[in-house]
């Protein structure tokens, strides 16, 4: 039997980011809970119904989702001024009919990517100390502000030092996001985490 109260519509408003290619595209819905970076059409096409719609479009370069917002980063011979509108036609339509948005077992998946990728490095028990101190500085007061920018930041590895951090969504290839990882992120992690002496990107 359908619901006799309709949802309210979709609604959706666009947010710049502090990366010129990339633009934020905020609804009133919950469209995946957790991240989802697709910088590649091939991991789209397996995992994101929306992300492959949209991958779709010659100016769409890469997908980032995540709560209630899908940041897109653009070809940059496009102008935004061009293809806004009709992407933001897009994401309504399709968020309006209720398609899926992000395949089940998605962040499954990841999370195994990931455990692979860190299984690889192999800390000493004072580096998974401090491996742990790191990540829960990124959990606390990276994530949230980047998140904002509709981006996200997590963590790679960590050798002699040297903290790597994967850059996804607006934060990847952003001219600003160096200027926030050594002024920002560099500095409240040497103040915090004695043992970090430097602070590096690896696009995600």
């Given at each position: 039997?359908?619901?006799?109260?309709?949802?309210?519509?979709?609604?959706?408003?666009?947010?710049?980011?502090?990366?010129?290619?990339?633009?934020?595209?905020?609804?009133?819905?919950?469209?995946?809970?957790?991240?989802?970076?697709?910088?590649?059409?091939?991991?789209?096409?397996?995992?994101?119904?929306?992300?492959?719609?949209?991958?779709?479009?010659?100016?769409?370069?890469?997908?980032?989702?995540?709560?209630?917002?899908?940041?897109?980063?653009?070809?940059?011979?496009?102008?935004?001024?061009?293809?806004?509108?009709?992407?933001?036609?897009?994401?309504k339509?399709?968020?309006?009919?209720?398609?899926?948005?992000?395949?089940?077992?998605?962040?499954?998946?990841?999370?195994k990517i990931?455990?692979?990728?860190?299984?690889?490095?192999?800390?000493?028990?004072?580096?998974?100390?401090?491996?742990?101190?790191?990540k829960e500085?990124?959990?606390?007061?990276?994530?949230?502000?980047?998140?904002?920018?509709?981006?996200?930041?997590?963590?790679d590895?960590?050798?002699?030092?040297?903290?790597?951090?994967?850059?996804?969504?607006?934060?990847?290839?952003?001219?600003?996001?160096?200027?926030?990882?050594?002024?920002?992120?560099?500095?409240?992690?040497?103040?915090?985490?004695?043992?970090?002496k430097?602070?590096?990107?690896?696009?995600?």
């Amino acid at each position: 039997m359908s619901n006799p109260v309709s949802k309210s519509p979709v609604m959706l408003y666009t947010e710049q980011t502090p990366n010129p290619e990339s633009l934020k595209f905020v609804t009133n819905r919950m469209l995946y809970k957790g991240t989802a970076d697709f910088g590649e059409e091939a991991l789209a096409r397996e995992w994101s119904p929306l992300a492959s719609c949209l991958f779709d479009k010659p100016y769409v370069k890469g997908i980032y989702i995540s709560n209630n917002f899908v940041t897109v980063t653009k070809e940059f011979n496009y102008a935004w001024e061009d293809i806004m509108l009709k992407l933001k036609e897009d994401i309504k339509t399709y968020v309006t009919e209720g398609h899926e948005i992000i395949k089940d077992g998605f962040a499954e998946a990841m999370a195994k990517i990931e455990e692979e990728r860190g299984a690889s490095y192999d800390y000493s028990e004072n580096e998974a100390e401090i491996v742990k101190k790191i990540k829960e500085l990124l959990e606390t007061y990276v994530k949230p502000a980047v998140e904002m920018d509709g981006g996200n930041i997590f963590f790679d590895s960590f050798s002699e030092g040297t903290v790597r951090l994967i850059m996804q969504g607006a934060c990847s290839g952003c001219p600003s996001s160096t200027v926030t990882l050594k002024a920002g992120i560099e500095g409240m992690m040497k103040r915090m985490v004695p043992e970090v002496k430097n602070v590096e990107a690896v696009m995600g």
